[in-house]
């Protein structure tokens, strides 16, 4: 770093100090701007660049990312910011602060897709069939980018802010796997964020309430006689029944969901026979359902089951249907949470960059995390005109604007810490409790 770059980080860093200190509102308010200002500097911005694209080459599927949980343990030892590992097989759960309440986390999912990277640059895929193209290599950066900043004013915390380095989000509830372990059951409140191409860059998009729905995942077997198919009435042909039975599946939100109450049902997999002439034995459908209230998703699960087994006996099969474990909950965001949010998201970017979020029907394993313990979740924009459209997430073709890191990681930072200087509770605490004795 240059001297005149190093003198200012100097001066950010000794005017955040200050601000901690002081117990003045509008000096308060300050600490987001100057975290910005320190995130944009070489020093977090160069380096955070510099891990996304690590782990960017070397993508690992859920409870896999052994090299990647291996990086962030080797950075955090660098900070010397204590950790607890492995935490659901691969998870990393660090430490910032007096390692007393309140507490707050910060939370960054580690895991890839089983996809084949189609963009052809430099820090390409290494692995074949295995692609970041949901920007969790991002979240990880700018989560490592929010802990360097906060260590190096530790001292000066009000509390303790905790790092969650999440596995398994994509479909394995790896955060209900952390949850389960026990870790996270002193948390007062948890952030996540997530990239999205479709908002600017230096904005964000959220909402108070839901913001993400409920998904589940199913998958059936419908099972006939196979046979020769010049001759189906000697067969059971389990690929018209399970014809008839997605053409069912197709009518449970037209037909039988309130048109006001946002519900969907997708098979996106099927699977049956390997010759143009012989009716296989069974076919396989696989597909996905979501809803906003837990009552229509448990409704839809229901007819689901009903639909596929009684319409595969219509048509004289068999059917078996199996569902994931564990449903992802509704991504709902705490109210509270939302006003804290507004104003430090506004005090860094400007009111004017804080955009309403439309209700999505994506699914989010963070929503576990929010049932558990008062949570917030939000997106980060990546979005830039001059750059040409990005591509949306689960693509081979999507790609990360590096520019939005600096945004990700002030924000991580300066959410966790006004957190602290905002909602403190009087909890006395022995003087012989550690850090790992509270969580």
């Given at each position: 770093?240059?001297?005149?770059?190093?003198?200012?980080?100097?001066?950010?860093?000794?005017?955040?100090?200050?601000?901690?200190?002081?117990?003045?509102?509008?000096?308060?308010?300050?600490?987001?701007?100057?975290?910005?200002?320190?995130?944009?500097?070489?020093?977090?911005?160069?380096?955070?660049?510099?891990?996304?694209?690590?782990?960017?080459?070397?993508?690992?599927?859920?409870?896999?990312?052994?090299?990647?949980?291996?990086?962030?343990?080797?950075?955090?030892?660098?900070?010397?910011?204590?950790?607890?590992?492995?935490?659901?097989?691969?998870?990393?759960?660090?430490?910032?602060?007096?390692?007393?309440?309140?507490?707050?986390?910060?939370?960054?999912?580690?895991?890839?897709?089983?996809?084949?990277?189609?963009?052809?640059?430099?820090?390409?895929?290494?692995?074949?069939?295995?692609?970041?193209?949901?920007?969790?290599?991002?979240?990880?950066?700018?989560?490592?980018?929010?802990?360097?900043?906060?260590?190096?004013?530790?001292?000066?915390?009000?509390?303790?802010?905790?790092?969650?380095?999440?596995?398994?989000?994509?479909?394995?509830?790896?955060?209900?796997?952390?949850?389960?372990?026990?870790?996270?059951?002193?948390?007062?409140?948890?952030?996540?964020?997530?990239?999205?191409?479709?908002?600017?860059?230096?904005?964000?998009?959220?909402?108070?309430?839901?913001?993400?729905?409920?998904?589940?995942?199913?998958?059936?077997?419908?099972?006939?006689?196979?046979?020769?198919?010049?001759?189906?009435?000697?067969?059971?042909?389990?690929?018209?029944?399970?014809?008839?039975?997605?053409?069912?599946?197709?009518?449970?939100?037209?037909?039988?969901?309130?048109?006001?109450?946002?519900?969907?049902?997708?098979?996106?997999?099927?699977?049956?026979?390997?010759?143009?002439?012989?009716?296989?034995?069974?076919?396989?459908?696989?597909?996905?359902?979501?809803?906003?209230?837990?009552?229509?998703?448990?409704?839809?699960?229901?007819?689901?089951?009903?639909?596929?087994?009684?319409?595969?006996?219509?048509?004289?099969?068999?059917?078996?249907?199996?569902?994931n474990d564990p449903f992802y909950p509704v991504?709902?965001?705490?109210?509270?949470?939302?006003?804290?949010?507004?104003?430090?998201?506004?005090?860094?970017?400007?009111?004017?960059?804080?955009?309403?979020?439309?209700?999505?029907?994506?699914?989010?394993?963070?929503?576990?995390?929010?049932?558990?313990?008062?949570?917030?979740?939000?997106?980060?924009?990546?979005?830039?005109?001059?750059?040409?459209?990005?591509?949306?997430?689960?693509?081979?073709?999507?790609?990360?604007?590096?520019d939005a890191l600096p945004y990700g990681a002030?924000?991580?930072?300066?959410?966790?810490?006004?957190?602290?200087?905002?909602?403190?509770?009087?909890?006395?605490?022995?003087?012989?409790?550690?850090?790992?004795?509270?969580?």
């Amino acid at each position: 770093m240059g001297l005149g770059n190093w003198l200012r980080s100097i001066f950010i860093l000794h005017m955040f100090v200050a601000t901690l200190s002081s117990s003045n509102p509008e000096r308060l308010a300050q600490i987001s701007a100057d975290f910005l200002d320190y995130a944009r500097e070489p020093e977090i911005s160069e380096w955070m660049v510099g891990i996304r694209r690590i782990i960017h080459e070397n993508p690992e599927l859920g409870f896999e990312e052994f090299e990647t949980s291996k990086l962030i343990r080797t950075e955090l030892d660098k900070m010397d910011i204590p950790y607890r590992f492995p935490v659901a097989v691969t998870g990393v759960v660090g430490f910032i602060g007096t390692g007393e309440p309140p507490f707050v986390a910060i939370r960054a999912d580690m895991d890839a897709l089983p996809m084949q990277e189609g963009v052809e640059w430099e820090h390409k895929s290494k692995i074949p069939g295995k692609m970041h193209a949901c920007g969790h290599d991002a979240h990880v950066a700018m989560l490592l980018g929010a802990a360097k900043m906060l260590q190096k004013h530790r001292h000066d915390l009000q509390g303790t802010v905790v790092l969650v380095f999440q596995p398994a989000e994509e479909r394995d509830g790896g955060a209900k796997k952390m949850l389960e372990t026990g870790i996270l059951e002193n948390i007062d409140a948890i952030f996540g964020l997530h990239v999205s191409p479709r908002v600017p860059i230096g904005s964000v998009a959220s909402r108070s309430g839901p913001v993400l729905a409920a998904c589940g995942f199913f998958d059936a077997v419908i099972s006939g006689k196979g046979g020769h198919a010049a001759l189906p009435q000697h067969s059971i042909d389990p690929i018209l029944a399970a014809s008839n039975v997605i053409v069912s599946l197709q009518q449970l939100v037209s037909r039988e969901a309130d048109p006001l109450d946002s519900q969907v049902v997708t098979v996106a997999k099927f699977k049956g026979g390997g010759a143009f002439n012989v009716i296989p034995d069974s076919v396989t459908i696989g597909g996905t359902f979501r809803a906003f209230s837990k009552e229509s998703f448990l409704q839809l699960k229901q007819r689901i089951e009903e639909v596929i087994t009684l319409q595969s006996s219509v048509q004289r099969c068999n059917a078996t249907v199996h569902f994931n474990d564990p449903f992802y909950p509704v991504t709902a965001n705490n109210k509270d949470l939302h006003k804290h949010f507004q104003n430090v998201a506004g005090d860094m970017l400007g009111t004017q960059n804080i955009k309403e979020m439309p209700l999505v029907m994506g699914a989010e394993d963070f929503s576990f995390f929010a049932e558990a313990i008062p949570g917030y979740f939000y997106y980060l924009g990546m979005k830039n005109e001059t750059r040409g459209q990005l591509e949306l997430g689960h693509t081979p073709y999507y790609t990360v604007n590096e520019d939005a890191l600096p945004y990700g990681a002030a924000l991580h930072a300066s959410l966790a810490t006004r957190y602290l200087l905002e909602y403190q509770q009087p909890i006395i605490t022995s003087p012989k409790e550690s850090l790992h004795d509270e969580l």
